[in-house]
């Protein structure tokens, strides 16, 4: 099991970038899968980006595809959420999640409501 602290939020200006972190305690972080998700006001929480344990397999939801890039450090326990030509529709509070055991190249469980512990995520808003 492996704790979750993201970061890295805050306002920007549509079209611009922001980088977000999530910071993992505990052990084996390069066995875990990683992943993305967030959640917009009235909304459910949604799968954003993922990333195998290898860190060779990217995954992305359609809607962010192109503009958004998901990364990691093992070295760091470390993974980052790369936010470019952001858009209005991208506000919501961002939260990572992992999942350990998975075949190599795998991604992470899509379907939040199947992830019983989160974080505390971190708010981004995009203006126009």
């Known amino acids: 099991q492996v704790q979750l602290v993201e970061s890295g939020g805050g306002l920007v200006q549509a079209g611009g970038s922001l980088r977000l972190s999530c910071v993992a305690s505990?052990?084996?972080?390069?066995?875990?899968?990683m992943g993305w998700f967030r959640q917009a006001p009235g909304k459910e929480r949604e799968f954003v980006a993922a990333?195998?344990?290898?860190?060779?397999?990217?995954y992305y939801a359609d809607s962010v595809k192109g503009r958004f890039t998901i990364s990691r450090d093992n070295a760091k326990n470390t993974v980052y959420l790369q936010m470019d030509s952001a858009k209005p529709e991208d506000t919501a509070v961002y939260f990572c999640?992992?999942?350990?055991?998975?075949?190599?190249?795998?991604?992470?469980?899509?379907?939040?409501?199947?992830?019983?512990?989160w974080g505390q995520g971190t708010q981004v808003t995009v203006s126009r």
């Open positions: 999640n992992a999942e350990y055991g998975l075949g190599y190249g795998s991604s992470l469980d899509r379907d939040p409501s199947h992830y019983h512990s």
């Open positions: 990333i195998s344990w290898d860190g060779g397999s990217t």
């Open positions: 505990g052990r084996s972080f390069n066995s875990y899968a």
